[in-house]
């Protein structure tokens, strides 16, 4: 008999029966290259990849877009087949959900900041969802766009918290030619929207340049993000802020890595945009949890 | 390219690439035949047996027996490797919890009866480590004693919300020669109260009788069961009640299974006991969920 004392060990003993690797992108469909980014990569690292399309209702609240959320399942199905998935799991809500909850999740650090500072409930239906999905598909390796990065801090905490046997890979966002991250909602937008749009990232990198050049990673530099992107969008401005990644703490001279993140309400659509670097100012594309 | 749309479905295909069955039984040690019972039956049944011994600080209320509850880790491992255990997990307190959680667990349903309803916390704090235990050990089976009935009534619900992929196996409660319930906390108790403990058992099967000659399942029966055991030990009754299981609401005529349970304060330990029966009045002993 073997005793083991620590989860790492637990963990490796179990790992080394796996006879296959799993890489796993869950998703919520309208799939783009931000979605065919992660498969990709999925495929070239793993001998299976599962990817999940799942519109969660737990993660939207009241007045948000969870009805009109675009859907186009055979799309969908289209190109995550020529992206390298193996198994798409395609649940409905019934499926995922088919009776109220007796068992609720919640989380506290790093989500009220952000996106979770006004999205009441959002990352607990983040963490609800995403544990049954590690349980249903059990995978390796999950992978998870950067855009979303408030998300996926919260889910690196979800991990170590629960011990999921899971390695969390953060991806960096994809783009479009004109510097707009990609993202299902962007088809909400107007045109002139989409114009103003592309101003989210020069905001990101106006800031970036500042801390380049010796302004410190403060309050000084998020007034003068935020009064650049001020003059240069119609839409409000929900948050601009610079915090340590990924515990989303402020920012202290021990911080390694840090998140200027915005979010701009237009008319139709909510935006949010990010860039990770170091204290020498390096952008970090791939973070590995 | 497979497109799944069940839970079920993709537990399988999982499944199919598991190359062991792994029996898990998780314990707080102090190991006894109830215990034991359970390692034999996870051997018979598995490729291998993870059995795990941790006291959860978690589970224990701020007046219960963390501090003092019984602990022998050399005889334990010595139980264990004879009866069938291929590898203990047997983790500290650190290693368990090396931070505060930030994802908390709780749990509405099955809690607020019995045990759960002066135990405040303490079925949150059970799901939460067991959680964790399966995320570290990945079993397919885990084995838990029916003397903690209601424990297994939370677990199974624990796993059918979360899509735990384990199959969930409740064991007859071992018994010593007189009938009481073999529980690690039974050291604690004198020699005249060691006496009076086996009137728990008695008291489940005057109540069984009573069911089985005709007596509706309903309060009447419970307060003659209660009258029965308050004649009988010297300790206070914390409980006495009929439920249906493992739901644990009201028995109606619709109720297929149904729990009879009994706790009792001792001057130096809280016993419980249960039998569960169908509605023929027929003990079960094993119930698969």
């Known amino acids: 008999m073997k005793v083991v004392r620590t989860i790492k060990e637990m963990h490796k003993l179990r790992q080394s029966e796996l006879i296959k690797t799993v890489g796993f992108v869950p998703t919520m469909?309208?799939?783009?290259?931000?979605?065919?980014?992660?498969?990709?990569?999925?495929?070239?690292?793993?001998?299976?990849?599962?990817?999940?399309?799942?519109?969660?209702?737990?993660?939207?609240?009241?007045?948000?877009?969870?009805?009109?959320?675009?859907?186009?399942?055979?799309?969908?199905?289209?190109?995550?087949?020529?992206?390298?998935?193996?198994?798409?799991?395609?649940?409905?809500?019934?499926?995922?959900?088919?009776?109220?909850?007796?068992?609720?999740?919640?989380?506290?650090?790093?989500?009220?900041?952000?996106?979770?500072?006004?999205?009441?409930?959002?990352?607990?239906?983040?963490?609800?969802?995403?544990t049954k999905l590690f349980n249903i598909v059990q995978p390796t390796t999950a992978y998870f766009g950067l855009k979303d990065a408030q998300q996926v801090a919260v889910v690196d905490s979800l991990i170590a918290d629960l011990n999921i046997p899971v390695t969390l890979i953060g991806e960096a966002t994809v783009r479009?030619?004109?510097?707009?991250?990609?993202?299902?909602?962007?088809?909400?937008?107007?045109?002139?929207?989409?114009?103003?749009?592309?101003?989210?990232?020069?905001?990101?990198?106006?800031?970036?340049?500042?801390?380049?050049?010796?302004?410190?990673?403060?309050e000084h530099l998020i007034t003068s993000v935020r009064e650049f992107l001020q003059d240069q969008v119609s839409g409000s401005i929900d948050y601009v802020n610079l915090l340590s990644y990924p515990d989303l703490e402020p920012v202290t001279e021990n911080s390694e890595q840090m998140i200027l993140a915005v979010a701009v309400n237009f008319e139709h659509a909510r935006l949010i945009d990010n860039i990770i670097f170091d204290n020498s100012g390096t952008i970090v594309n791939t973070i590995t949890f």
């Open 176 to 218: 479009e030619a004109d510097g707009l991250a990609k993202s299902s909602r962007n088809v909400y937008l107007s045109t002139a929207e989409r114009a103003e749009a592309t101003k989210l990232y020069d905001a990101l990198l106006y800031g970036l340049n500042l801390f380049k050049n010796g302004q410190q990673p403060n």
């Open 29 to 130: 469909g309208y799939l783009h290259e931000g979605h065919t980014s992660l498969m990709n990569k999925a495929a070239t690292e793993n001998d299976l990849v599962v990817a999940s399309i799942f519109v969660n209702p737990l993660q939207f609240g009241p007045n948000e877009d969870y009805d009109t959320y675009p859907r186009d399942e055979l799309r969908d199905q289209r190109i995550a087949k020529e992206n390298g998935v193996d198994i798409l799991f395609l649940p409905d809500a019934t499926e995922m959900y088919p009776q109220r909850m007796n068992v609720t999740l919640s989380i506290s650090k790093r989500t009220n900041v952000l996106c979770g500072a006004k999205r009441s409930g959002h990352f607990a239906g983040v963490i609800t969802v995403l």
